[in-house]
């Protein structure tokens, strides 16, 4: 798990990176939760989704966001943010040109970010976003979805309650083509304390069932 440097639009960004053995093999980029909140590359959530990706073949990139660690910056509000995980995608894509397909993954402040990017780059053909906040972040952008993807949360969020969630579901699941697979983990708050379980099950058999119909 070589740690990388790559420039990003504020400077240098600091990650930790996992090249796949396949040359063709699909990316994965992880983001962490908000900045100002302790969120880091090296969160237990973060870190789990990673390994999730690289034992599933991906070659998998985690950083962490401008005035995060050692990179470089300050915290911007989401929009500087987008542009890192934007650089660091185009990083990815430059290590690993024959790549066959992108994965996005986020928690919290990082889902927003991530389903931003999913808007802007078309080769991105699957997300996991775990506990998203459309009660906090806007999310209207979706308009419409253009991947099929996962969102996860737990029926105890206090911090993005299960009715915001259900709601922000429900207005992706009406595009056609789109899937989005819903998955509620019962007990658990917004962090999924004592349920970090259930949240992997839920993640890696997702993703066990996409990649399955891709080959």
Known sequence: ????????????????????KQKNAPIAMVLHPHPQFR???????????????VARGFSVLRFNFRGVGRSQGSFDHGTGELSDAASALDWAQTI???????WVAGFSFGAWIGMQLLMRRPEVEGFISIAPEPNRYDFSFLAPCPSSGLIVHGDKDIVAPAKDVNTLVEKLKTQKGIVIDQQTIPGANHFFEDKMEPLMETVTSYLDMRLANVR
Do not use: D, S
Not at 1 to 20: D, S
Not at 97 to 102: N, Q, V
């Open 1 to 20: 798990m070589p740690e990388v440097i790559f420039t990003g639009p504020a400077g240098r960004l600091e990650g930790r990176y996992h090249p796949a």
């Open 96 to 102: 690993n040109p024959e790549a066959r397909a992108c």
């Open 39 to 53: 969120g880091n590359m090296n969160h237990p959530i973060v870190y789990q989704v990673y390994y999730a990706f």
